[in-house]
Structure formats: C-alpha cells, structure tokens
C-alpha cells in the first residue's frame, strides 16, 4: 500500500513521465561493477525510479520520503562504477540527470551548475565561452567524463580529489553547496554571508558547512548546487613523464621536487596504469604496458612560457640525477590527458578511464611527506601479500595487476596515497583475490591514516578509526532520524 | 542469419560497469557542450532503461527470464535509433555489442508476437504487399527517370549490361521532397561516363527496415532474393545513394553467403569521378555549409572522408565541420524505425543536431542519406528555422551545371 501511495505523490511532484516503477526501468540502477564484480554490495532494484526537475521538487521529494520512511538513493550522470548508487535498500532512487543548469557570475568569475550537469558539458561550456567570448577562463574539477558534477557519484563519493593541478583538489575550489536536507530543507553552505545572494564564500560566518557532504557518500543529504570558483588560463604547460624501475626511487625524486617547489600534480604510479588509460585499444595497451618500466613519475608545468621552459629544465635535471628516464616526446604523445588537465580543458583524471578492466583504487591515506617512507615499506609488505594471492604475466589485461601510487596537487607538502587494483571484474577469481587482498592491506591506512572515502567502502575501516566514525554517526542521526538518506552506504552498520 | 553472441559477448553485457563510454564522447577527442549527450535516446528519455547500458541489463534480465514484455519494455528497446555510437565505443575495448543487444531484442519482442511498435507494423505489412516499406506502387519506383534527357539502362531482364548498377533503394524514389537528388546523381554519372543501369519496377527493398524493427527473417529473405538477382544479372559493383541500403548489402548480405559484388555509396564514387577529372565542380557556391555524417555511412559504414572531398571540391563553398562529427557524430533521430514509429522522440533528435550544426555558423546543411534527409527537412520546415538543407549531390550538381542546370533537371518531370 505504502509504495503505490508514495509513487502517486511523486508523480504529484514531478509529473507521471519522471516516476517508474517498471521493472525495465529499475533493473538499470540495480548493479554496477562493485555488485558484479567485487561483489560488494548485493545487487538491488529500488522500488521506484524519479527524477526531480528542480530543487524545490528534491525538497517535495525528501519530505515524502521522510513522512513514509522511505530509504532515498542518488544517482547523477549514470556513470557509476563503484557503489555509491546502488540502492542497496530498495525504496526510491532519485535520478538528477533533469537538472542541468548552468549559470554563470562574471563578475564574481564563478559557476554555478546543477547537479545533473556532465562534466563534459561543463568542460564544453568553457570551451563555447572562450571561443565565442574570448573568456579564458575555468574551473578546476574532474571525475569520469560521463558523470555528473555534483551528486552521489562525485561529491558524495569525493571523485574530486583528482582535480585542478594548480589549485589543489576539487573540493577546495567550490564556494558554495545547495544542499537539500532529509527533512525537505534546503541551504546554501555560503548563506551565512550571502547578503546579496552571491555564493562566494565557502566559510560562511562559521561553522564552515561547504565540506560536509564530502565523502560523506550522500549520507546527509543532496547535493542540488554548486559553485565553482574559476581561475585563469596558462599561458602554456607541458607534461614531463619519468621511468623508474622501483618505487623507492621514485618516491624519492617526487619528495625531492616537491621540495624545491615545482611543477604541479606530481604523482608516482605503477607504469601499467597509464598504458591502460592511454591505450585506443586492448592489444595497444598491452604493447604499452609490456613496453613501460614498471613506474612512472608524471608532473605538469604551467605558466608564461619563460617560466614553463626554466621549470621544465630544472625538473629533468632533478629526475635524471635521481635515478629516473625523461620518456621521449613521442611517448608523451599518448598521455595528452595529462596536459588537457593541466589547461584545464580534458577535466578528467584519465583520458580513457576503466576501459579496458575493472579498477578499483583503495585503502586511501593522506600522508605527510615525511611519511612517505614509511608508506613505501608498508606498501612493500603488502606488494608481497599481494604477490602471493596473483600472478600477472600481462599487467592489467586478462589478469589482477596492481601497486601503490602516491599524488601531489598543490604546492607541497601532504600526498595522497593509495594502492590500485585491475583486474577482470567478469572472474570471480580476480574479485576474490582482489577482495582478500585489500583486507590484507588494511593496515596500511590504518597506520598512516585513513581517507574519508574508503569509510563507506570497506567494511573492516570503521573499526580502526576511532571515535570519528562514531562522531559521524551522531552527526547522521541528528540530520536524518529516520535514516532515509542513502542509508547502508556510508554508514554500513 | 542470427545474433549468435559467445559466451564472452554476454558475459560482458552481464557485467557492463556502466563506465559511459557508450554514451560520452571523451574531452580528449572533441570537447563540447553536447559530448555527454552521445545517446539520442538515452539524452532525451534521460532514464538509465533508455541508454545502451540499461538496454544491457534488461537483455541480461530478460535472458534470465527476471523481466516480462511489457508496452514499457518495447518503448524502451523500440527508442533506439541504431545510431551505433555505443557499438563504436564499447566493442573496440569491451567486446560489448550494445546495438546488436538492441537488434536481439527487438528480434526476440518479434518472435513473440508483441514488437514492434503499432505505427512500425505498417512497414512489415507494406513490404509485404509491395517490396517497399512506403506502401507505393511497384511501378512508382521509376518514375524519378522521367524527363531525364538520357535513358537509363533496365539491367533486370538481363538484355543490357552495365558495370555499374544503380540501386536507388526505397525511400528516395517515392518521396517527391528528396527525389529530385535521384535525377542528380544520374546526370552526374551519365555526364561522367559511367556505364550503368537499374533494375526499375524490379527492385526490391533491401530489407534494412525489417531488420532494425527485428524482422530478421524478412532481411534474410531479401537479402537471398536480391543476392540471387545480382548474381544472375552478373552485377559486379552496385552503387546506392541511400546510407542504409549500402549498410545493409555491404555488411549484413556478406554475413548471409558469398556476394560477388561490390558496393559503393554514391559519395565515393562522385569522390572517385572528381579525383579523376570526369567531373568538374566548377560553378562557385558562396554559402556556408556544414555536413552531417550519417550513422549507417559512417559509423556503420565506415565512410567518412569521400562527402568531405566532394565538399572541398566545391569552390567557393566554406566548409565548416560541427563539432561531433566522423566516429563522433550524433544521429539525426530519423534511424532504427524512429522516425516511423516515434516521430517526436526523431523530431527531437533533429532539433538538437541541427542546433549544433547552427552553431558552426553554417547557412546549409548537407548529408547523403534519405532518412537523415526527411528528418531533417520535416524539422526545418516545422521550425521555420534559418538553416537550409540541401543534399550533397544535389550541391555537387549545382557546382558542376551551376543553378540553372540544376532547376532543369529538377523539374525535369
């Protein structure tokens, strides 16, 4: 009775095209490749599909959710790969790809996009002003090309933090939130110095709310809002792409230019990855990865072209006197991902993200980089658990492959390090590998502290961070008493 | 004929990540407002059923008998346009076949009675009563020839002989807004030299439009039929103005027995005659034009560089692409028995693509498919809007007989 009541309200809202029930229209939001593959979460149909036009329908939304208590989930461009849309509870899933507006503040050079806005429309949106309007200018933010800006799939989940090179992780450059509550209401994170209805100012008066929802995986509420603050063009860039055969020294050669200041998004990766990413096809990425060293250290440059060309030259001579190959330009070719990045045109952490396998990044620690070693030798161990649970000829192409790497993304001085994992979501063999593996590696973001993002993701963290997972939790039940927001995602007890 | 998909094929649909290579251009090949807007029907339902992910899974659950017929189900596989963006993307790295999961649907909606759409069923009864999905005379078929000053050789008794037949398809010859582009391809190619002929109130439907409805047995059917008569009459290279009859004899009829024959669209050989000097374009058109590429030329078909030669040819003619184009173009909504069996859903499609190609500054629109052509033409008329559309044979012939060579031939009936 309760579900037949609450789809008719719906359709009251949004109107009888937006809601379904239909098993042909549930099925979709059902699975991803953390069901298939990982096995994750189990694979569940919400009971109801709809699909908001507006924030005040979202607001209609959750007080119908609230007042049946019903379970809400979120879904954005449809791109998701790794959960966070699963409505693991059934009850309504609420679908945000109606809302796709864009406005932009000349004056105050930010942009305000709803939460159904691509991230390849942003990127072509910016492409359109600069060369209708001659306006160089952008926003610095990422996630998989398909994917919507600011909901379940990125906000939530915290994709953002691979995003601007020069101005650091996504996150730092939004301004402001409108966020729709479990009980209906709405606030803007910046209206608490919004006098004159601009949302400029991420701090509000205090407390500063703009964080909240991040990696908090929906849990709080949704997302329908956000502004970005926009930042000028370089003049030019360069992407400059390093070999090693051991992690150690390539570590090394990073904390080195992070200490002297250069170049932007340096990161350290298992050398695969980017064959992976870069390839057209299965067959050239596997020639890629067969060719590669087994790591790479990649960093962007960007500013006048005097500035770019002294850069450049001080970062090859550090690289080559510690023990790194500077990857010949034809070979750089394929990474031009990297460079759109850096300009702030590609808008996405991989040119061809998780094309070719599954690919799951996790046990996320953010280290200080006096850390770095230590990182290195714990992540050392677990390469040897790893190596005992697989075995790949071919790394990353019909078989698990996997590694640590580590990223930079401003100035300085703290890393983000992860362990990466590929394999053939299709065999149950690579899941269950991957599966045991990632709990023999949980000690490492246990000893140099846990991201955020892997709270909801894997179910042995909560337990080894502390009252903080607790605190969250008193934070959830007084924002959402009926737990109704995404509930079993974050929060998995 | 069947979709005989392995075991690998499926298991891949099983597990599809969702990752949204079907439905996204990436940035890192064309950047523009619109790259996330790849699905027609995904972009303008906007429910993930509608996007060949979706489409996937619903395959997947029907498969497993977890999902029943239903008016939803086949508005959901009936919606697509067969542009085959998604194949284009996925097969290369995922070995997923998204379109063909389509075209396996709606053959198995087919096989049980419940598909396709009411307003697509008039095409199977057409076809049936007249060898054309229009419900047009057989006899009509011809009439395009009229008042041409030359004569055509009929090849189908087998009397005359040509080395080039040409096979006008269905759609051009019964619809008096796109026929005229028949007489100009004719002109061209008798001007040129081209020995050829056609197979007048004989032709038959090549079987496209079954096909995309799921009528996979009346495909073969023609498919065999016309396969036969090409062999009988000893036709070594047929050539076709219509996307989707060169689609269909180019890679659907190889998959059904050996063709002797090539097949060629009309572009590439007009390409072909410029290239060799047989053809002139020397009259100058001073517009702006932009060109759409055709799903069943060129995702389907693999042509994508013959209409732009043509184009370049043309002096005068500033040429400007739009912004998805080749691999990347999007549909015109017309394809997949859209255009007959949800007209407004086509309509919509054609909006969008013609607003892309405003965007390019163009004052013409030009293609070389009928489908593409009537979409198109239905929507400017509808909107009023500035842009106007003129086939490329018909630009081709303009630039080689100038405009009032053109109007003769025209209005040469």
């Not at chain 1, 050079?109 to 990127?123: H, K, N």
């Not at chain 2, 400017?380 to 080689?400: A, N, P, T, Y």
Request: one cysteine or more; aromatic letters at 10%; a neutral charge.
């Amino acid at each position: 009775m309760g579900l037949k009541e609450v789809k008719k309200k719906l359709q009251d809202i949004v109107g009888k095209e937006w809601v379904s029930d239909e098993p042909v229209d549930t099925i979709p939001y059902s699975r991803d490749l953390i069901t298939d593959g990982l096995k994750a979460y189990p694979e569940r149909r919400p009971d109801i599909v709809v699909m908001p036009g507006s924030t005040p329908d979202v607001q209609n939304i959750m007080r119908i959710a609230n007042q049946y208590q019903v379970p809400v989930h979120l879904i954005g461009g449809g791109v998701t790969l790794l959960g966070g849309s699963i409505p693991v509870t059934g009850g309504i899933t609420v679908d945000l790809k109606r809302m796709k507006g864009i406005q932009l503040d000349r004056e105050n050079l930010t942009v305000t996009v709803e939460s159904g806005v691509f991230v390849t429309t942003l990127t072509g949106y910016f492409k359109h002003l600069t060369e209708k309007e001659k306006i160089p200018w952008r926003p610095y933010f990422t996630g998989a090309p398909g994917g919507s800006l600011n909901n379940a799939t990125n906000i939530f989940q915290g994709i953002n933090k691979f995003a601007g090179l020069k101005y650091g992780v996504g996150i730092q450059n939004i301004v402001s939130l409108e966020i729709v509550l479990p009980d209906g209401s709405v606030f803007n994170t910046s209206g608490g110095a919004n006098l004159f209805g601009v949302n400029h100012w991420m701090q509000g008066p205090g407390p500063t709310l703009t964080y909240l929802p991040f990696f908090a995986l929906g849990s709080f509420g949704i997302c329908t809002k956000i502004t970005w603050s926009l930042y000028p063009m370089p003049e030019t860039c360069q992407s400059i792409w390093a070999y090693y055969e051991d992690f150690e020294i390539a570590t090394k050669c990073l904390i080195k230019l992070l200490h002297r200041e250069i170049g932007r998004g340096l990161f350290v990766m298992p050398s695969w990855t980017q064959a992976a990413y870069s390839a057209e096809t299965r067959e050239e990425g596997i020639r890629l990865a067969k060719a590669c060293p087994k790591y790479m250290l990649g960093m962007g440059v960007e500013g006048t072209r005097r500035a770019v060309a002294y850069q450049s030259e001080l970062a090859n001579r550090i690289i080559r006197e510690n023990g790194g190959r500077i990857a010949p330009p034809e070979l750089i070719e394929v990474y031009r991902g990297h460079e759109q990045n850096i300009k702030g045109w590609g808008q996405s952490n991989s040119p061809r993200l998780m094309r070719h396998m599954g690919m799951i990044m996790t046990n996320m620690a953010y280290l200080s980089v006096d850390q770095v070693p230590e990182y290195v030798r714990l992540c050392a161990e677990g390469t040897h658990k790893v190596d005992a649970y697989m075995n790949y000829p071919e790394p990353g192409f019909g078989a698990v492959a996997s590694g640590p790497q580590l990223y930079t993304y401003q100035w300085g001085h703290f890393v983000i390090a992860e362990f990466i994992f590929a394999y053939d979501h299709t065999n149950p063999e690579h899941c269950n590998a991957v599966w045991q593996c990632m709990h023999n590696m949980g000690a490492v973001p246990w000893k140099m502290g846990t991201g955020p993002w892997t709270l909801g993701r894997d179910p042995f963290v909560p337990n080894l961070t502390g009252n903080f997972y607790e605190t969250a939790k008193k934070l959830k039940n007084t924002l959402d008493p009926n737990n109704v927001m995404n509930p079993g995602i974050a929060f998995t007890d | 004929m069947k979709f005989e998909f392995d075991e690998e094929m499926w298991r891949k649909a099983l597990f599809c990540a969702r990752c949204g290579s079907c439905r996204t251009v990436h940035a890192e090949q064309i950047e523009g407002l619109e790259t996330g807007l790849q699905c027609p029907s995904g972009t303008n339902y906007l429910f993930e059923s509608y996007y060949p992910s979706g489409r996937s899974y619903a395959a997947v659950a029907f498969k497993r008998g977890e999902l029943d017929w239903s008016d939803r189900v086949l508005d959901v596989i009936y919606s697509c346009t067969t542009c085959g963006f998604c194949q284009y993307t996925c097969e290369r790295t995922n070995v997923n076949k998204p379109t063909d999961i389509i075209r396996w649907l709606r053959s198995e909606a087919v096989r049980a009675g419940v598909g396709p759409l009411p307003a697509q069923r008039t095409i199977i009864k057409n076809l049936e009563a007249y060898d054309n999905p229009w419900g047009q005379p057989r006899a009509k078929r011809t009439s395009w020839t009229k008042g041409l000053n030359f004569k055509i050789k009929d090849l189908s008794q087998g009397k005359e002989k040509a080395e080039v037949l040409l096979y006008p398809g269905c759609t051009y010859p019964y619809d008096p807004k796109i026929q005229p582009v028949l007489r100009y391809l004719a002109a061209l190619m008798f001007d040129a030299g081209v020995d050829f002929g056609i197979l007048g109130s004989t032709e038959r439907c090549c079987g496209s439009t079954a096909f995309n409805l799921g009528y996979i047995e009346v495909l073969e059917k023609y498919g065999r039929e016309n396969i036969e008569t090409f062999h009988q009459l000893g036709i070594e290279t047929i050539v076709t103005p219509c996307s989707g009859c060169l689609n269909t004899m180019k890679n659907l009829y190889s998959q059904m027995g050996r063709c002797t024959f090539q097949v060629k669209h009309s572009v590439e050989m007009l390409a072909d005659l410029i290239r060799e000097g047989k053809l002139k374009p020397r009259y100058a058109i001073k517009k702006t034009v932009t060109y759409h590429d055709p799903c069943h030329l060129g995702r389907h078909g693999k042509i994508f560089d013959a209409p732009r030669t043509i184009l370049k040819a043309i002096p005068g003619l500033r040429f400007r692409e739009m912004n998805r184009m080749r691999e990347y173009s999007f549909c015109c909504g017309g394809g997949g028995g859209v255009r007959t069996g949800k007209i407004d859903f086509a309509q919509a499609t054609a909006e969008r693509r013609i607003e892309e190609a405003l965007d390019t500054g163009a004052e013409i629109l030009t293609t070389v498919c009928p489908f593409c052509s009537q979409n198109f033409l239905d929507y400017l008329e509808r909107s009023g809007s500035r842009l106007k559309f003129i086939d490329l044979i018909e630009l081709l012939h303009q630039s080689v007989y100038g405009e009032e060579g053109t109007k003769k031939v025209e209005g040469a009936k």
